[in-house]
């Protein structure tokens, strides 16, 4: 099985910020990577898929890179409504695997 | 428009069943494949299931392996969910995920409101 791992687990930060948060998988999945955007009590939505392509609709401010095993979701400039849980998922083989998430807070 | 209704969920006994379901609209399910995914109060992201949109079979994670059964019903557009044996470590809401593909492999790029389902005595 595929273990995934993000860090940070926590970041506190500020609007305008430049936020980087990694996922790295146990073995290559190429670029078999999603990440998503979860906020309290809601469903995960989708934001980028194949590591760096960006959803549709989805602010260009999200951007997402890596290969292999080692892959990075950049937020450009945090705006409020970033605040967020944030996880990646490998989708190359199953059992699909998510990471344990990232929670952005307000520092 | 895109959209995924779960149901079914409750509060139910250790050792119990439960049958969860997932109808979609503004697309045709046996079209994509589909999964469940469960998270556990405060807890991260867990697969659950798959079943192929081109009727090529399912998957399972080995946490509901002989426990858990998906299966849809095309002349519904519902998907299905149904967990025998239930125990505590079951407790999560449930979504339902849509598939980018009709086989497996893709990402998920839609998902139900989740429906929480409560193992307790």
């Known amino acids: 099985d595929i273990q995934m791992t993000q860090s940070p687990s926590t970041l506190s930060t500020s609007v305008g910020d430049r936020v980087t948060i990694t996922c790295r998988a146990s073995?290559?999945?190429?670029?078999?990577l999603a990440w998503y955007q979860q906020k309290p009590g809601k469903a995960p939505k989708l934001l980028i898929y194949?590591?760096?392509s960006l959803e549709s609709g989805v602010p260009s401010r999200f951007s997402g890179s890596g290969s292999g095993t080692e892959f990075t979701l950049t937020i450009s400039s945090l705006q409020p409504d970033d605040f967020a849980t944030y996880f990646c998922?490998?989708?190359?083989?199953?059992?699909?695997?998510f990471g344990q998430g990232t929670k952005l807070e307000i520092k | 428009e895109v959209q995924l209704v779960e149901s079914g969920g409750g509060l139910v006994q250790p050792g119990g069943s439960l049958r969860l379901s997932c109808a979609a609209s503004?697309?045709?399910?046996?079209?994509?494949?589909m999964s469940w995914v469960r998270q556990a109060p405060g807890k991260g992201l867990e697969w659950v299931s798959a079943?192929?949109?081109?009727?090529?079979?399912?998957y399972y994670a080995d946490s509901v392996k002989g426990r858990f059964t998906i299966s849809r019903d095309s002349s519904k557009n519902t998907l299905y969910l149904q967990m025998n044996s239930l125990t505590a470590e079951d407790t999560a809401v449930y979504y339902c995920?849509?598939?980018?593909?009709?086989?497996?492999?893709?990402?998920?790029?839609?998902w139900g409101q989740g429906t929480l389902v409560t193992v307790s005595s």
């Open positions: 995920a849509k598939d980018s593909l009709i086989r497996f492999g893709g990402y998920f790029d839609c």
């Open positions: 503004g697309f045709t399910l046996s079209s994509y494949a």
């Open positions: 079943i192929s949109g081109s009727g090529g079979g399912a």
């Open positions: 073995q290559s999945i190429s670029s078999w």
């Open positions: 194949k590591a760096s």
């Open positions: 998922q490998q989708y190359k083989s199953f059992p699909y695997s």
